[in-house]
């Protein structure tokens, strides 16, 4: 049976290769090619599976869990602006300093950023990115969200941004 399963989860591994989405690293002049940009699976269920994570693995595995819930949330983000806001595009920020936003939004100049958090709580320290991207975007930048596993919305780093439960993202 375990020659099997391996069988399986190659098969559906290489099915999957196909099931993802390369956000470009973004930067005030718009797209760096000298950059990699960051892979985002399309099916985090998929992934999951694949890299057998389960829901009781929720507190052990939180930072393989991340990485996932990270991709999940930006896949719903570029899945709703493709029904409101065909215009708008989609990137992620690293700078030299390993400095980073998980998904940068554009339309024309403006600028949002969007960090996303597998906690329930928010700190300052969360927002390091969105303050990065705050200053180099200038004034366009429009301005940050950080989503994280807690129950209430509110506004983090002095009010420079807001910290708002990923349930909501639905309701929005």
């Not at 209430?152 to 708002?164: H, Q, Y």
């Amino acid at each position: 049976m375990t020659g099997f399963r391996q069988i399986d989860r190659i098969a559906a591994f290489a099915l999957c290769q196909t099931k993802h989405r390369a956000v470009c690293q973004w930067n005030v002049h718009g797209l760096r090619r000298d950059s990699a940009g960051k892979i985002q699976i399309c099916d985090s269920g998929v992934a999951a599976t694949l890299s057998d994570l389960r829901a009781d693995h929720w507190i052990q595995e939180r930072e393989r869990f991340g990485r996932l819930l990270e991709s999940f949330i930006v896949q719903q983000l570029v899945a709703q602006a493709g029904a409101t806001q065909a215009d708008l595009r989609f990137w992620h920020y690293r700078d030299r300093d390993q400095v980073e936003v998980d998904c940068v939004m554009t339309q024309g100049r403006k600028v949002w950023g969007v960090e996303v958090k597998a906690a329930r709580s928010v700190t300052a320290s969360d927002t390091k990115g969105l303050h990065r991207l705050a200053e180099i975007a200038g004034s366009d930048f429009q301005g940050g969200i950080v989503f994280h596993d807690g129950e209430s919305i509110f506004p983090v780093a002095n009010g420079a941004f807001l910290a708002v439960p990923i349930s909501k993202l639905w309701e929005l």
